[in-house]
């Protein structure tokens, strides 16, 4: 594994990193209880010590497993988590994958720290981040100056923002960023989904901000799982793209096969995936999302693998500026 230090602080971060949504929630295929486990011990064993959950996943589940697998080294790993949805309010019972109410007022944002720590058994959050913010909230200094007394009474080190639900939130990101001066910014990006995240990386190196970016393989369009749009079960996270999205996107995908000559190449189309993120400077770790020991061993190796070329990474522009050479492309759909 290699890694790079989160700017403006004393972080360093692996260039792959686990997200701990997939085996918190079946959102990403169901996973058995024994296999979560496997999967966070060895990722620790190949070098992934940064682990990146939500207090949102599983309704704490995601803490409460992080905590029981991998708690007693806890000096040995970083931990990311976020708050800012209300789960605790059970009178408003959540829809499918709707958003819930958010809340940001001091004395939530408190109370959903203390719970955070009790759920992962430990004194200190390393990164504790706004979860899906909109400027509405991050205009609120008393948002910031609670943040800012956590991390004064230790409880949290770092603060920063994940963006979503989908890949747009450009004012989000550029306001956190140029006025909030967080360290870390979460976003998306991929091969297939570069915006607004292009524009995110002037921006970062001008703040000395790092980014952590996820779903690198675009629904798991660029890991050649599949080549025609399959059917996710009920409740399955991808299942809430379009299947005309799927098919594009596929489509997309037909035309990188210069990727994924693994005997040329030196990598797999999952690991160029990576490494095409990585070759940004100003992201710090990716988050693809594991499901199995195969997955976990292949990705978590992707940045040994060869950069990519001058070559490759001016074919991949030329891909992009072009619509993939797509005759009609269509619309884009963000993620959800």
């Given at each position: 594994?290699?890694?790079?230090?989160?700017?403006?602080?004393?972080?360093?971060?692996?260039?792959?990193?686990?997200?701990?949504?997939?085996?918190?929630?079946?959102?990403?295929?169901?996973?058995?209880?024994?296999?979560?486990?496997?999967?966070?011990?060895?990722?620790?064993?190949?070098?992934?010590?940064?682990?990146?959950?939500?207090?949102?996943?599983?309704?704490?589940?995601?803490?409460?497993?992080?905590?029981?697998?991998?708690?007693?080294?806890?000096?040995?790993?970083?931990?990311?988590t976020k708050f800012g949805y209300d789960f605790y309010d059970k009178t408003t019972p959540r829809i499918g994958h709707q958003e819930r109410a958010q809340k940001f007022d001091r004395e939530f944002v408190t109370f959903a720290c203390e719970q955070s720590l009790r759920r992962l058994r430990t004194d200190y959050i390393d990164i504790y981040q706004i979860h899906n913010p909109r400027i509405d909230a991050l205009e609120k200094d008393e948002l910031f100056e609670?943040?800012?007394?956590?991390?004064?009474?230790?409880?949290?080190?770092?603060?920063?923002?994940?963006?979503?639900?989908?890949?747009?939130?450009?004012?989000?990101?550029?306001?956190?960023?140029?006025?909030?001066?967080?360290?870390?910014?979460?976003?998306?990006?991929?091969?297939?989904?570069?915006?607004?995240?292009?524009?995110?990386?002037?921006?970062?190196?001008?703040?000395?901000?790092?980014?952590?970016?996820?779903?690198?393989?675009?629904?798991?369009?660029?890991?050649?799982?599949?080549?025609?749009?399959?059917?996710?079960?009920?409740?399955?996270?991808?299942?809430?793209?379009?299947?005309?999205?799927?098919?594009?996107?596929?489509?997309?995908?037909?035309?990188?096969?210069?990727?994924?000559?693994?005997?040329?190449?030196?990598?797999?189309?999952?690991?160029?995936?990576?490494?095409?993120?990585?070759?940004?400077?100003?992201?710090?770790?990716?988050?693809?999302?594991?499901?199995?020991?195969?997955?976990?061993?292949?990705?978590?190796?992707?940045?040994?693998?060869?950069?990519?070329?001058?070559?490759?990474?001016?074919?991949?522009?030329?891909?992009?500026?072009?619509?993939?050479?797509?005759?009609?492309?269509?619309?884009?759909?963000?993620?959800?």
């Amino acid at each position: 594994m290699l890694y790079r230090k989160l700017p403006r602080t004393d972080l360093i971060l692996p260039e792959v990193g686990f997200g701990v949504w997939t085996v918190a929630t079946n959102w990403w295929g169901e996973i058995a209880e024994h296999d979560k486990a496997a999967l966070l011990e060895n990722a620790l064993d190949l070098g992934i010590n940064f682990f990146d959950t939500a207090d949102t996943y599983g309704e704490g589940y995601g803490e409460e497993l992080l905590a029981e697998v991998l708690g007693h080294r806890r000096t040995d790993i970083i931990i990311a988590t976020k708050f800012g949805y209300d789960f605790y309010d059970k009178t408003t019972p959540r829809i499918g994958h709707q958003e819930r109410a958010q809340k940001f007022d001091r004395e939530f944002v408190t109370f959903a720290c203390e719970q955070s720590l009790r759920r992962l058994r430990t004194d200190y959050i390393d990164i504790y981040q706004i979860h899906n913010p909109r400027i509405d909230a991050l205009e609120k200094d008393e948002l910031f100056e609670t943040l800012e007394q956590l991390q004064f009474e230790g409880k949290i080190r770092h603060f920063g923002v994940a963006l979503g639900p989908d890949i747009g939130w450009f004012e989000e990101g550029d306001a956190a960023m140029r006025e909030r001066h967080v360290p870390s910014v979460q976003i998306i990006y991929s091969i297939l989904e570069q915006e607004p995240a292009r524009d995110f990386f002037p921006i970062a190196k001008e703040q000395e901000v790092g980014l952590i970016s996820r779903v690198p393989h675009a629904s798991d369009v660029l890991t050649g799982k599949y080549i025609e749009p399959p059917e996710f079960k009920e409740g399955d996270h991808r299942s809430h793209r379009r299947i005309e999205w799927l098919k594009e996107a596929l489509r997309k995908a037909e035309q990188l096969g210069f990727l994924k000559d693994e005997d040329n190449t030196g990598r797999t189309m999952s690991q160029a995936a990576i490494k095409f993120c990585l070759d940004q400077p100003a992201i710090v770790s990716v988050l693809p999302n594991f499901t199995n020991l195969e997955e976990l061993r292949e990705y978590a190796a992707a940045p040994e693998t060869p950069d990519l070329t001058e070559w490759e990474r001016s074919r991949l522009e030329d891909l992009w500026q072009n619509a993939f050479d797509l005759e009609e492309p269509a619309r884009e759909f963000r993620e959800i």
